[in-house]
């Protein structure tokens, strides 16, 4: 990882680590989700770390994201109802919002 530096262990890293004023810690986190305006990320079984520097907390967090639509549903869901419906995207996205993102109405309703 530095080159010149040899192997170090973990025990010196973390030492070295403590001495600079930084700690991390494991979260168990089941899932992990980032609000934006229109939209959510959603990292679901995340591997999640809190660092601590200084007093200053730092998370990272690693893993397979996905995107929600803001009312519950995701881009998939609108695509399978317009594909089982025939309905255009926008109805589509509309029922769902009025309906609470309910994907098997959607689909019975519209067709």
Same mark, same amino acid.
Not at 90 to 95: G, L, S
């Given at each position: =990882? /530095?080159?010149g530096l040899g192997k170090i262990n973990a025990k010196q890293v973390e030492? $070295? =680590?403590k001495q600079m004023?930084?700690? *991390?810690q494991n979260v168990d986190a089941k899932r992990v989700i980032i609000e934006f305006e229109d939209k #959510? @990320? $959603?990292i679901d079984e995340p591997s $999640?770390? !809190?660092v #601590? =520097? *200084?007093g200053q907390d730092t998370w990272q967090i690693t893993g397979e994201s996905r995107e929600e639509g803001r009312e519950g549903f995701n881009n998939e869901d609108v695509e399978m109802v317009v594909e089982k419906t025939g309905k255009g995207e926008?109805? $589509? !996205?509309? /029922?769902l919002k009025k309906n609470n993102g309910d994907i098997? @109405?959607?689909i019975l309703e519209l067709k």
């Open positions: =990882m /530095f080159p030492k $070295v =680590m004023g930084i700690s *991390q #959510n @990320l $959603v $999640v770390t !809190r #601590n =520097m *200084q926008a109805e $589509v !996205r509309d /029922f098997a @109405l959607a």
